[in-house]
């Protein structure tokens, strides 16, 4: 009779082996554990997180997908204090506005800007919002003399259309 190693000591045997400094390939390790197929060797093969990290890093994955994110910085925040007292001083680009989240890149919300309390449009976004604003306000005013299905005017009901937008406030 032959004798048989439990599938729960190679287990770590194998994943040692595979995970060494100078590991064995799929292939020396399918071998080393008599298998017939490379698919039940990967059963076996568990990488770590550290080999995978030194993969990561030995294929250059970071140098190809790191990026920089360019940070505008408000000195006089700065020189002025608030930045000690905790008041925003750098802020991210976002293209359409300013992040000044300090840990903008972990952040869970990218693309809801616009709610965001950390967020401060540019001048061209707060204008359109101004802008649509007034139009809405202009239509609110033209739809007020227009009869109802039932045929008074909201005038003449003595209800005025409402807008619905949040009002626009100044952050600083």
């Known amino acids: 009779m032959g004798y048989s190693v439990s599938r729960?000591?190679?287990?770590?045997?194998?994943?040692?082996?595979?995970?060494?400094k100078e590991p064995m390939t799929l292939f020396e390790?399918?071998?080393?554990?008599?298998?017939?197929?490379?698919?039940?060797t990967q059963q076996y093969a568990k990488i770590t997180p550290?080999?995978?990290?030194?993969?990561y890093q030995n294929d250059g994955y970071f140098e190809r997908?790191?990026?920089t994110i360019e940070v505008l910085v408000d000195r006089d925040a700065v020189a002025n204090g608030a930045?000690?007292?905790?008041?925003?001083?750098q802020y991210y680009d976002l293209g359409h506005g300013f992040c000044s989240y300090t840990f903008?890149?972990?952040?869970?919300?990218?693309?809801?800007?616009?709610?965001?309390d950390f967020y401060t449009p540019l001048d061209d976004e707060r204008a359109a919002v101004d802008d649509g604003?007034?139009?809405?306000?202009?239509?609110?005013?033209?739809l007020a003399d227009v009869p109802t299905p039932a045929g008074p005017t909201s005038r003449q009901v003595g209800t005025q259309p409402t807008q619905t937008l949040r009002p626009i406030i100044e952050v600083r």
């Open 29 to 40: 390790l399918q071998a080393w554990l008599g298998h017939r197929s490379p698919d039940s």
């Open 8 to 20: 729960l000591t190679k287990l770590p045997i194998a994943t040692q082996l595979y995970n060494a």
């Open 65 to 67: 997908n790191v990026r």
């Open 83 to 89: 930045a000690a007292v905790g008041g925003p001083w």
């Open 50 to 55: 550290t080999t995978l990290a030194k993969a």
């Open 104 to 116: 903008f890149e972990q952040c869970p919300h990218r693309m809801a800007c616009a709610k965001c």
């Open 133 to 142: 604003q007034a139009a809405l306000n202009k239509l609110l005013d033209q």
